[in-house]
């Protein structure tokens, strides 16, 4: 199966966030209002910072806010900041693994195509895209209506439910 980590999405629901808000935000704040709890919104944030998405301020009213404009920030640099650079096998361009049947391979270069189209396809689409595309989930609209919890619905492993009902 080909699937992002669970960090890699708790990083795009925290960044989807941080760009309705777009202010400087506290963790906590950031982590009751998505439902994600705080030392991995903390953890999260780390990485986003090391990746140059998201810049942090110390002090009182210091928090994390986008370190630059929603529309220039790429699903691939929201992925590659927090699992390093997309590389579907262990031969492609830029991969961190080498293969040792590379050299006589006859699937050599063909790998570095469908990685290429992937990477294209992740660029094409910005977080201001994904942002003005999601609804809040309808238990945040509950919230503020005084009828639910800002913590948001879990399942059983901690993970936060953020599609609509």
Same mark, same amino acid.
């Given at each position: 199966?080909?699937?992002?980590? #669970?960090?890699?999405?708790?990083?795009?629901?925290?960044?989807?966030?941080?760009?309705?808000?777009?202010?400087?935000? %506290?963790?906590?704040?950031?982590?009751?209002?998505?439902?994600?709890?705080?030392?991995?919104?903390?953890?999260?944030? #780390? !990485?986003?910072?090391?990746?140059? +998405?998201?810049?942090?301020?110390? *002090?009182?009213?210091?928090?994390?806010?986008?370190?630059?404009?929603?529309?220039?920030?790429?699903? %691939?640099?929201?992925?590659?900041?927090?699992?390093?650079?997309?590389?579907?096998?262990?031969?492609?361009?830029? %991969?961190?693994? *080498?293969?040792?049947?590379?050299?006589?391979?006859?699937?050599?270069?063909?790998?570095?195509?469908?990685?290429?189209?992937?990477?294209?396809?992740?660029?094409?689409?910005? +977080?201001?895209?994904? %942002?003005? $595309?999601?609804?809040?989930?309808?238990? !945040?609209?509950? !919230?503020?209506? *005084? $009828?639910?919890?800002?913590?948001?619905?879990?399942? $059983?492993? *901690?993970?936060?439910? +953020?599609?609509?009902?």
């Amino acid at each position: 199966m080909f699937r992002i980590n #669970k960090l890699t999405d708790y990083a795009v629901v925290l960044l989807v966030d941080m760009a309705r808000t777009q202010r400087v935000r %506290a963790a906590h704040d950031i982590a009751a209002e998505t439902g994600v709890p705080v030392p991995t919104v903390a953890k999260v944030m #780390k !990485a986003l910072v090391r990746g140059g +998405l998201v810049r942090s301020t110390r *002090g009182a009213s210091g928090g994390y806010v986008l370190a630059r404009p929603a529309d220039r920030i790429v699903m %691939a640099d929201m992925i590659e900041a927090l699992e390093g650079p997309i590389a579907m096998t262990a031969c492609v361009d830029h %991969a961190d693994d *080498g293969c040792e049947r590379e050299g006589f391979c006859p699937m050599a270069g063909h790998w570095n195509r469908v990685n290429h189209a992937v990477r294209r396809a992740l660029v094409g689409i910005t +977080l201001a895209d994904v %942002a003005g $595309s999601c609804h809040p989930p309808v238990w !945040a609209n509950r !919230a503020s209506q *005084g $009828s639910g919890t800002s913590t948001g619905p879990r399942d $059983s492993g *901690g993970a936060v439910y +953020l599609a609509s009902e």
